[in-house]
């Protein structure tokens, strides 16, 4: 837990110890500020949710106006300074990096084993890339501005169009299919929610090139081995699966113009965040009969594959895709986790086939992760198309599960040798001593000017597996104590034997 107290109500105001001269880079911090420091908490571990130094939970205030300095003080240019992040953004203490490099270890250990390569996009894209015309939500929340040089550019609020932009810079040069994955920070200016902050890491994997429903049981395959290695069982969590196939063939029953698919696809997203009256009205107002809405709403109402194939019929392409699905499930080992639901449609346009999302089963948290085919993204970029589908994992609420199952690690600090000299003088030969050992690979923390006592002490905050004491007598002698800490063993060893 954190060594700071939890203040309420107050106004804690930081002010630097001396007087800042006046100099060039001064008026960085002209601007008097404030935070309030029951936002600023370090937590352990247990309980972090990789987020410690957000301001995600408190209210936006006005800034109090700066306190002026007398004239002549030659304070004029001393100011205060806000020591939070951004609203809706995270700073990453070392407690709360220890588990984001835990959990990005997960990520790249799972697309590992499925023979993923790496890909990596800037954060800055082309506005051009995400403004698209179907309504979606994500089009609000975009942080966009022009740059210098006047483009519209954009803090990219996904990762799936910078992944279809690099398919087609790459063109021929690659060979299909491709199953890539990254591990990339998005934007997004939204309301934020537990598990929901203006920026978050997502893991993105992708198959391109695969029209066959084999690339989406890979996908979901991938999803169930990341919760099960990090202990979350069939029982926490389930994996809703569908397909925008499902939507188009009732479209069809009701002959609904396939131009208004994509629109109606991100109105029913909102099935569940909002009233099954204002989804209707919605509908109603897009240019969908009356009669269409009641059967888009029956249909998406259905949890049963049998009863879908009732209404919609066995030569239904999504129903055949459906079924294919669930039963290389079953061949996989995973069928225990999905169910099928008509109501998952996903909120973005560019999704054509089966889509899925995971949910924790308690219904505490928002989606898990989601997906789906997009086979016409592509074109849309003035490419031809080619058959791709994916899925973003972010890294918030995972982490809000694991707390809340009691799954996140205990990942202190972890250092191999601590190296120390007894004496001042020998401060020389104690750096040698580090840089002997750091040459082959250990972890060295080099201290000085410290009581023997408070070194032990630091050994064991930082979880240390040996003390190496460089003292006079044993130098003399080609030689250094080590303590093993963790047996209490002590010992002499030759400086050129240490290992």
Known sequence: MSAFPVLHHHLLFLRPRLH?????????????????????????????SSS??????????????????????????????????????RDFPPEDMRLRNWLFQQFREVSRI?????????????????????????TQQLYNFEDKGGRRVVLRPEITPSLARLVIKQGKSVSLPLKWF?????????????????????????????????????????????????????????????????????LQMYAIPERLFAEVCVIVDK?????????????????????AVKGIVEVLSLTSLDKLEAVL?????AIADLKKLFSLAEHYGYSQWITFDASIVRGLAYYTGIVFEAFDREGKLRAICGGGRYDRLLSTFGSDDIPACGFGFGDAVIVELLKEKGLLPDLGR?????????????????????????????????V??????????????????????????????????????????EYETKIDELN
């Open 182 to 250: 990254t591990i990339g920070q998005c934007w997004r200016y939204e309301r934020m929610t537990r598990g929901r902050r203006r920026e978050h890491y997502q893991w993105n994997m992708d198959i391109i090139g695969v029209p066959r429903v084999r690339a989406e049981a890979e996908l979901v395959n991938a999803i169930v081995l990341l919760f099960e290695r990090l202990g979350i069982t069939s029982s926490d969590v389930g994996i809703r699966v569908s397909s925008r196939k499902v939507l188009q063939a009732v």
């Open 114 to 138: 499925l023979s993923f390569e790496e890909v990596d996009f800037p954060v800055l894209e082309s506005e051009a890339l995400f403004i698209r015309k179907a309504g979606e939500e994500i």
């Open 52 to 89: 410690t130094a957000s301001r995600d939970d408190i209210d936006e205030v006005a800034e109090p106006p700066g306190v002026p300095s007398p004239p002549g003080s030659g304070r004029e240019t001393q100011q205060l300074i806000d020591v939070n992040p951004p609203r809706g953004t």
């Open 414 to 446: 972890q250092v191999d040798d601590i190296v120390f000299p007894l004496d001042e003088e020998l401060e020389g030969q104690a750096s040698m001593v580090a840089s002997t050992l750091r040459r082959k690979g250990h972890s060295v923390d080099l």
């Open 313 to 317: 019929g066995s030569d239904v392409e």
């Open 448 to 489: 000085e000017e410290k009581r023997l006592k408070w070194v032990f002490k630091h050994a064991e905050r930082v979880n240390a597996s040996r003390l190496i004491l460089v003292g006079n007598s044993e130098w003399q002698r080609g030689m250094v104590r080590v303590k093993v800490l963790s047996t209490r063993e």
């Open 20 to 48: 800042l001269s006046l100099r060039p880079f001064s008026p960085r911090l002209r601007r008097p500020v404030f935070f309030s420091a029951a936002s600023v908490q370090c937590s352990s571990a247990s309980s972090s």
């Open 271 to 291: 099935l569940g965040k909002i009233t099954n009256e204002e989804v209707e009205k919605e509908l109603i107002i897009a240019g969908v009969t009356s009669e």
